[in-house]
């Protein structure tokens, strides 16, 4: 999908995605995030002790959307997390939701394109959840993050045909 599309899509989206995260929902919304996305829940909790240790480690997080990823990083002891997404709506929230956790200092939010954005080091983590469902030819943000990753690289691919893929593609095209 056009990169200006789906940062079109997230721009308005951003503030009902942030939601899925962090439970700030009506009962209805919260019993469909328990049961309909427990494998986002999951996929979440599984990265974040993966990136063991953590302490004084550096992470990327692709297609960061409101920062949850880095920010549960932070607060666990990474030195620098570095969120990149290319909708500025998510990395709006992103910085408002480091700040309001006190970890602000340790996260540097990006608003670019992951393959044109050119980063001067290399990360001990790359987490990449939800980002490849929008890339057109994977190899490319694949071999992008193993040459910027030092350590371990933590993905999720689209299932094709899914329960929910239809949900995805209705929201997307809605917007």
Not at 29 to 50: A, D, Q, V
Not at 93 to 105: C, F, I, Q, S, T
Not at 131 to 154: C, Q
């Amino acid at each position: 999908m056009a990169r200006k599309t789906t940062a079109d899509f997230f721009d308005g989206y951003a503030s009902d995605f942030d939601a899925i995260y962090g439970g700030k929902n009506d009962l209805v919304h919260r019993l469909i995030n328990r049961f309909l996305r427990k494998s986002m829940h999951l996929r979440y909790l599984r990265t974040i002790e993966g990136c063991r240790p953590i302490e004084g480690r550096t992470v990327l997080d692709v297609g960061c959307g409101p920062g949850h990823y880095c920010i549960a990083l932070a607060e666990r002891g990474a030195s620098q997390v570095c969120g990149i997404d290319f909708a500025e709506g998510m990395i709006d929230l992103a910085k408002k939701n480091a700040a309001h956790r006190g970890v602000a200092n340790r996260c540097e939010f990006i608003v670019d394109d992951f393959l044109a954005r050119r980063f001067e080091h290399r990360f001990d983590y790359t987490v990449v959840m939800g980002f490849m469902d929008y890339i057109e030819d994977p190899r490319l943000v694949i071999d992008k993050v193993l040459s910027l990753t030092s350590g371990r690289a933590f993905f999720s691919f689209p299932a094709a045909g899914g329960f929910l893929a239809w949900q995805r593609e209705m929201r997307y095209r809605k917007r």
